[in-house]
T-cell receptor, first 118, second 116 residues
Framework: GAVVSQHPSRVICKSGTSVKIECRSLDFQATTMFWYRQFPKQSLMLMAT?????????EQGVEKDKFLINHASLTLSTLTVTSAHPEDSSFYIC??????????????FGPGTRLTVL | GENVEQHPSTLSVQEGDSAVIKCTYSDSASNYFPWYKQELGKGPQLIIDIRSNVGEKKDQRIAVTLNKTAKHFSLHITETQPEDSAVYFC???????????????FGTGTLLAVQP
């Protein structure tokens, strides 16, 4: 149980285009999902917390108009990188928090999406 | 703000030896401490976690210890194998402003290399 998928696994796009990344919890309902960004040889940096049915909470320094997050259902959250630029190239990873009735606070991560902006 | 320090940044051991990775956290309200293993090009995988009401937890070759007073927690891997080679991240929970959701603050990672 507690499987999280991401799609696509890799994407290459031209500068100025928008890219959508999907995160799905496959065998549980996740009221809360998290989006992280990871640069090479660095740690995971939390970008935003996504709660189903409400607006995402962004970390300081993350542009909410550039990184659009939608959590329309209990199993799906999407991250859209708008007007992507080369500096947005990174490894984007989502995680989903298991229901409180299971255990408290556990997060399971997706396999990540490698974004390359040319 | 909340900070998690992790040491060492790299660790090389011989197969069969033990490996220890240490983390310290700053927020005394943190109550959940997971450890993740990340292989190259993949997402982090939860390998063990510990809650603040427990001092030690063990799962086969992996164990985690927590010292709440000192705000330290450590990962111990015994009888290391080449397949244990990866980057390991510790994390500490931090309560969000809604009072119900916890986010994780990650350490900087430890690259573990197990030499056959």
């Amino acid at each position: 149980g507690a499987v999280v998928s991401q799609h696509p696994s890799r994407v290459i796009c031209k500068s100025g285009t928008s890219v959508k990344i999907e995160c799905r919890s496959l065998d549980f309902q996740a009221t809360t999902m998290f989006w992280y960004r990871q640069f090479p040889k660095q740690s995971l940096m939390l970008m935003a917390t996504s709660n189903e049915g409400s607006k995402a909470t962004y970390e300081q320094g993350v542009e909410k108009d550039k990184f659009l997050i939608n959590h329309a259902s209990l199993t799906l959250s999407t991250l859209t990188v708008t007007s992507a630029h080369p500096e947005d190239s990174s490894f984007y990873i989502c995680s989903a928090r298991v229901p409180v009735t299971w255990t408290y606070n556990e997060q399971f991560f997706g396999p990540g999406t490698r974004l390359t902006v040319l | 703000g909340e900070n998690v320090e992790q040491h060492p940044s790299t660790l090389s051991v011989q197969e069969g030896d033990s490996a220890v990775i240490k983390c310290t956290y700053s927020d005394s309200a943190s109550n959940y401490f997971p450890w993740y293993k990340q292989e190259l090009g993949k997402g982090p995988q939860l390998i063990i976690d510990i809650r603040s009401n427990v001092g030690e937890k063990k799962d086969q070759r992996i164990a985690v210890t927590l010292n709440k007073t000192a705000k330290h927690f450590s990962l111990h891997i015994t009888e290391t194998q080449p397949e244990d080679s990866a980057v390991y991240f510790c994390a500490a929970s931090m309560r969000l402003s809604d009072g119900a959701t916890n986010k994780l603050i990650f350490g900087t990672g430890t690259l573990l290399a197990v030499q056959p």
